[in-house]
């Protein structure tokens, strides 16, 4: 995994990684204990200056002994049903794939949600880097991929993604700000429908399509902050493109 101030939250998610034979933690320079904490739970700390969320989660992977690897963010935390799903996998030899992907369940202001764009949240993060990787340019929104099967296994990933709604408005700005910028790289540009249109299908598919408004209150708020996130990056796009400040210099 990869780290930069996790003090809070690093116990828990290495603690649900006990089974694993090796644990591997690349800090981006921590001020607080997280590097500590996680060298008396048993993990190998590195110490790497953040060059990017994909290059930094690959360098990670190349540090590993085994050519299996488990990949998490400090944020998450297997389950016991995961970790059994896991452990029968390996046990089998991992015959028959190069990865694996089960559902992330993500905590949202003390309750899990399970409707709407937040669930299922599949995830590959369990594969034989001899067969893929953090592969790509993109550095933000990265996803690992592999050459050949992919199997899903039961069990959920807890994740716990937000210490606050403060927390969460800055992190989508950021994600806004980085997908905008890496979207006008590679030739793409915003229209009045990516403006208008974009955000309000966002919020409908999610919270009425996809039954979030099933999550109470709670799936209300997140489909409202995931649409402001669509409407961020499709206004970002559109000053960039236009030549445009979209950030203090």
Not at 90 to 115: K, M, Q, T, V
Not at 176 to 181: E, K, T, V, W
Not at 183 to 204: Q, T, Y
Request: contains cysteine; charged residues 25%; hydrophobic residues 45%.
């Amino acid at each position: 995994m990869i780290t930069l101030e996790e003090a809070d939250r690093i116990g828990e998610c290495l603690r649900s990684l006990a089974f694993c034979e090796e644990i591997i933690v690349v800090d981006s320079g921590s001020a607080d204990a997280t590097c500590r904490i996680a060298e008396s739970l048993g993990a190998r700390v590195l110490v790497r200056a953040f060059d990017g969320y994909r290059s930094q989660k690959d360098f990670a992977v190349q540090q590993a002994l085994h050519d299996w690897v488990l990949c998490l963010d400090a944020d998450e935390r297997v389950d016991q049903a995961l970790r059994a799903s896991i452990l029968a996998a390996r046990d089998g030899g991992f015959a028959g794939a190069a990865g694996y992907r089960f559902n992330r369940l993500s905590d949202y202001f003390g309750r899990f949600l399970r409707h709407g764009n937040a669930y299922p949240d599949r995830v590959l993060r369990l594969f034989d880097r001899r067969r893929g990787g953090w592969r790509g340019s993109r550095q933000i929104h990265e996803a690992a991929s592999v050459d050949g099967p992919v199997r899903t296994l039961a069990g959920h990933l807890l994740h716990f993604p937000y210490r606050s709604l403060e927390q969460q408005l800055a992190k989508t700005q950021r994600y806004a700000l980085m997908m905008a910028q890496h979207e006008f790289a590679r030739g793409k540009r915003a229209s009045w429908a990516k403006l208008v249109v974009s955000p309000a299908w966002r919020f409908w598919r999610g919270y009425v399509f996809r039954l979030g408004f099933l999550d109470g209150w709670r799936g209300l708020v997140y489909a409202y902050v995931r649409a402001n996130y669509v409407r961020q990056k499709a206004i970002m796009l559109w000053l960039l493109q236009h030549g445009q400040p979209v950030r203090d210099p």
